[in-house]
């Protein structure tokens, strides 16, 4: 089935750093969602984008909705341990919650204390 | 209140065999939807369910079957089982036709394939 293209795979940073990470379709999508899963778990929603150039912030997570309507990207600003985590991007062809979900590979984040 | 909640959390099989996984939505929410994630992989769509209808399907074989009840929990049924069939199987539960409204994911049952 289709995968979006996220990128980096995996990243190793230092306790403090920014963390940056992104996602690209061939696809046009109306809403990106971000997720983060950790082991043993399901995905846990981050921040939702409904708008095309649309910025959005939860805490020290920003996410913007490309112009082009396909891609995203998700930062982290001065990461900590308990970010570790594997980060999904997920495209959505609706706002409407009854719209299948085509998610990344995902990025596997590991912080160093 | 109540998320969403999967059960079993994990089961082992063999080829061959028939599966059923359950999923409870979240409290307030119609549609089950279920994905497949393999080891290394994103979810992937496997069906949505809403008023007891499978209304969206993705890339998977007949194998797979689903049912939702009048209280809109639901059920995958997967049979004669592969070894390929072996991940974590999601459920998430959304309110239907509304804007918005992301879908809520469960912790996902481990099936293991031998």
């Known amino acids: 089935g289709q995968q979006l293209n996220q990128s980096p795979q995996s990243m190793f940073i230092q306790e403090g750093e920014d963390v940056s990470m992104n996602c690209t379709s061939s696809s046009i999508f109306n809403t990106w969602l971000w997720y983060k899963q950790d082991p043993g778990e399901g995905p846990v929603l981050l921040i939702a984008l409904y708008k095309a150039g649309e910025l959005t912030s939860n805490g020290r997570l920003t996410a913007q909705f490309g112009i082009t309507r396909k891609d995203s990207f998700l930062n982290i600003s001065a990461s900590i341990p308990s970010d570790v985590g594997i980060y999904f991007c997920?495209?959505?062809?609706?706002?409407?919650?009854?719209?299948?979900?085509?998610f990344g590979k995902g990025t596997l984040l590991t912080v160093n204390p | 209140d109540a998320g969403v909640t999967q059960s079993p959390t994990h089961l082992i099989k063999t080829r061959g065999q028939q599966v059923t996984l359950r999923c409870s939505p979240k409290?307030?929410?119609?549609?089950v939807s279920w994905y497949q994630q393999a080891l290394g992989q994103g979810p992937q769509f496997i069906f949505q369910y809403y008023e007891e209808e499978e209304r969206q399907r993705g890339n998977f074989p007949d194998r797979f079957s689903g049912h939702q009840f009048p209280n809109y929990s639901s059920e995958l049924n997967v049979n004669a089982l592969l070894l390929g069939d072996s991940a974590l199987y999601l459920c998430?539960?959304?309110?239907?036709?509304?804007?918005?409204?992301?879908?809520?994911f469960g912790d996902g049952t481990r099936l293991s394939i031998l």
């Open positions: 998430a539960s959304s309110l239907w036709g509304l804007s918005n409204q992301p879908q809520h």
């Open positions: 409290s307030g929410h119609d549609t």
């Open positions: 997920a495209g959505q062809f609706s706002g409407g919650s009854n719209y299948k979900l085509t």
